[in-house]
């Protein structure tokens, strides 16, 4: 017989677990709003500029490496203040606040191009509002990326919210990756990236203003800087999971910035096609994040991770033998598999540095540590910097205007040899990552997984 307490406990089941939904969707949509101007202005900056306007690959180098040094110094900042702030709206949503604007406002500058600008003023303004905007985006994504850990405390509530917020990240991708040529070539690329970034921009307003922090953590102890700084410098899971997270995010980086290049100069092909192709790899990767996800659940984290950046690494050997759209199209399918694998568990991985920071020093600094990591991965600049000016020293790729006598090779170069050689680094370094196993995990499975000290 049902009675009146079942009924109210049955009740009270279902406004958690809509609660719980409610509160998964909130924060992972916030994926979607963080990925639209970033992967704007970070596929298509140098399509754009050097391209289109002509600025010379190792002057385009220069300006990602400036960029790369700046990310060094203001990322720990960022961290620090939003740890330290304090106020009845909580520590990161007023960062969250303030940046999206800025963030929109920089994008739609950095390809609203003045027609007079030439020469040294030409690239002055790409430099300026690539630097102003990637910083930006550093503080945005500091912030939502604090919010992960505290607002999902365990592996299974994060292995949920991570799938949900990584297929929003996909989608975000097709509409600012692999439609962008389709929809440039209609409407130029500053309304694009005005376009893109209202949207985005929209998207993350709404993330910041319906996910709640835990206020009462605002009663804690503030983060001291240096003592942070040093628990983290000395700590061996950081810096091996930062330049994992570097080699692979270089990696992809690469392939997202040498794609427009590819599809034109290896395998000539048409803008739609393009955009099939950059569609291909999302709509897969899509697809495989719940595989991947069930994955997690099933396996050791630390595996299926290392698992997924294998397959990443292998996928780039078919990318470097195609010569026309079909097989390009083919491999590109494995690409979309093995992406969709490391931005499933990479985070997690992350977060998992985040707690055990927590439960030896007592204090919460998911910013710091969100900005630090969130700097190893834009290291990613530094290689990116690096692969152009290698096209200029090795293959005499200058720019648009001059592409020099093997631009079919320099963009095999910059899709393929580069990221596998990163991406195979990468898997070294995860190799000598390891957690001891968690209350409820599989013992058996990671018994032999020693942690490092």
Known sequence: MTTIDDLNLSKDTAQAERANRAKTF???????????????????????????????????????????????????????????????????????????????????????????????????????????????????????????????????????????????????????????????????????????????????????????????RLEEPKPVLWSSLKNLVSNPKFWIAGFTNAFYSGAMSLVMAGMPFYAKYTLGISDLQTTIMFATVLLVAIGAVAMWAYFVRRFDLMKVWRAAMLTLAVAYVPMFFASSFVPALLAAILVGFGFAGVITTMDLVQARIMDEDYERNKVHREGIISNALGFMNRLSELFKGVGFMLLFNLFAFESGDNPGPQPGMAAKFLLTIFPMALMIIALIFSVFLRFSPRKGENVSSERQESEVS
């Open 26 to 216: 909130n924060y992972a949509v916030g994926m979607f709003g963080t990925s639209i101007p970033i992967n704007l202005l970070k596929t298509y900056a140098a399509a754009y500029y050097v391209d289109k306007m002509g600025v010379p690959t190792n002057q385009w180098g220069l300006v990602l490496i400036f960029y790369t040094i700046i990310d060094m110094i203001d990322n720990p900042i960022y961290g620090y203040l939003s740890d330290r702030t304090r106020s009845k709206w909580g520590r990161r949503r007023p960062w969250l606040v303030i940046g999206t604007p800025l963030l929109v406002l920089g994008l739609i500058a950095f390809f609203a191009t003045p027609g007079f600008l030439a020469g040294n003023s030409l690239l002055a303004w790409a430099a300026l509002f690539y630097v102003f905007t990637g910083t930006v985006d550093s503080l945005i994504n500091a912030n939502y990326g604090a919010l992960f850990p505290e607002l999902f405390p365990d592996d299974a509530s994060r292995a949920k919210a991570n799938a949900m917020r990584q297929a929003f990240q996909l989608v975000a991708m097709i509409i600012s990756i692999a439609l962008t040529p389709v929809v440039a070539g209609k409407i130029g690329f500053g309304m694009t990236a005005l376009v893109y970034g209202l949207i985005g921009g929209a998207v993350i307003m709404y993330m910041s203003l319906t996910s709640q922090e835990h206020l009462e």
